[in-house]
């Protein structure tokens, strides 16, 4: 009752936005059921398109990035010109066709063009998405609201390889049917965004209200760093763009690597993949919480959890056995970038123009996601090259590790000269 009675006074709708934190959970859910579905049948996709290459096999995540990658920009830009929903529905139509065109490829040529187009479909999504919750969801419920709409995506993971390893590889299920069960879910999502989402954007209306109801709900406004390339915004993308590197190489590949080099077989692989899905929630709940409470800590719960991340990262291929292994995997989706992803969310819309969170968000998920059209296909030459991808594992530490270097140093080390240049002037 009292959480409510908050949330009206400071001028957000209660319920509208505890529908827009569901609705947009499920929608994650959705895509990542998309994602991870065809990585564990790699071998059985290649029974019906022919024998192909990792570093080939690689290209189909790769062809998704890509189309993903550009699209965040330009979305963005479509979001705050447009409107969420103008911008997302039609984009989910284009994901529905690109699924129907890979549940009927014959070919890599034909699987390659659906990636493509499921890529540029979704991402209408993520600019759309994260304005349309920081516009609607009070500053002090962001970061554990933004953490439920993320778990979306761990459901989504573990269920795509929890259902392509059981129902193909277990059932003998047609992998093609898996893909038309991913088909009929878009429907109904795109169903569930046309009723539930407004078609006007609720910031218009806060802009509306007295002076008093805007500052509540952005209190930071002032933030001296705000803006789209500020060293904090840019230090925000380098370090997403480490982050993502390394989580959607384990993504493309860790179930590759539990079966051929750890002798990992049929559900045990998916399984054992998705322990990062489950992993993530109860963390990405649990910082994220702690994030709300103690705001001003972001930077540094920030570089704990992505250090941590890079040592799982390492722990997770030099592991003797492999109870060590997937306690290395645990730790990684406790700790790592699905646990970070609302913080981070947050300290973008913390420090970006409040007047183009679209736009803000896009070139954010766009640096972001850039890693994830390179982890794939890299990791896949690496693996023909040396047989082992190992040093994948690696080298995505290794970025991880320099892209939280980067962060600390921008956010860390200037805010304390800003304080010494302060008590300087006074």
């Excluded at 993320?150 to 898996?178: C, E, R, Y």
């Excluded at 840019?234 to 384990?250: D, L, N, Q, W």
Aim: proline fraction near 3%; glycine fraction near 8%.
């Amino acid at each position: 009752m009292s959480n409510s009675k908050v949330a009206s006074n400071s001028g957000f709708d209660p319920l509208y936005w505890k529908k827009i934190v569901v609705v947009l959970c499920l929608g994650w859910a959705v895509i990542w059921i998309y994602r991870t579905i065809l990585t564990p049948i790699f071998p059985e996709i290649q029974a019906t398109i022919g024998a192909h290459s990792n570093a080939e096999m690689g290209l189909i995540a790769s062809f998704y990035f890509f189309a993903y990658t550009g699209m965040q920009i330009p979305s963005g830009i479509l979001v705050d010109k447009f409107g969420k929903k103008v911008v997302l529905i039609p984009g989910f139509c284009l994901f529905i066709i690109a699924t129907l065109l890979i549940g009927n490829a014959t070919s890599l040529t034909m699987v390659y063009a659906g990636s493509l187009l499921a890529g540029m479909g979704c991402g209408s999504y993520y600019g759309s998405a994260y304005s349309l919750s920081s516009e609607n969801i009070p500053l002090e419920r962001r970061g554990l609201a933004t953490a439920i709409i993320n778990s979306g995506s761990a459901l989504g993971m573990a269920i795509g390889l929890i259902a392509s390893s059981l129902l193909v590889k277990s059932v003998g299920m047609d992998w093609q049917l898996t893909i038309f069960m991913i088909t009929a879910l878009l429907v109904i999502m795109t169903l569930v965004f046309a009723v539930v989402i407004k078609g006007g954007s609720y910031s218009s209306h806060l802009a509306s209200q007295p002076t008093s109801t805007t500052a509540a709900a952005a209190p930071e406004e002032t933030n001296e760093s705000s803006g789209l390339f500020s060293m904090r915004m840019i230090s925000a993308y380098v370090m997403y763009f480490a982050t993502c590197y390394g989580y959607y190489m384990i993504v493309t590949w860790l179930p590759s690597f539990l079966q051929q080099e750890r002798g990992f077989e049929g559900v045990a692989i998916g399984f054992s993949s998705a322990l990062v899905a489950f992993a993530s929630v109860p963390g990405a709940l649990f910082f994220s919480r702690m994030s709300d409470r103690f705001r001003n800590k972001k930077v540094q719960l920030i570089i704990f959890l992505e250090l941590c991340a890079a040592v799982m990262l390492v722990c997770t291929v030099i592991s003797p056995d492999s109870t060590t292994l997937l306690i290395s995997l645990i730790l990684y989706g406790l700790l790592g970038k699905l646990a970070v992803d609302p913080i981070m969310i947050s300290f973008v819309a913390d420090n970006a123009p409040k007047k183009g969170y679209g736009t803000s968000f896009g070139v954010f998920n766009f640096f972001g996601m850039s890693s994830s059209v390179i982890a794939p296909f890299l990791t896949g030459v690496i693996s023909d090259n040396t047989g082992s991808k190992v040093m994948g594992f690696y080298i995505s530490a290794g970025i991880l590790v320099v892209g939280t270097l980067i962060f600390f140093i921008v956010n860390v080390l200037m805010k304390q000269k800003s304080k010494r240049q302060t008590a300087a002037q006074a």
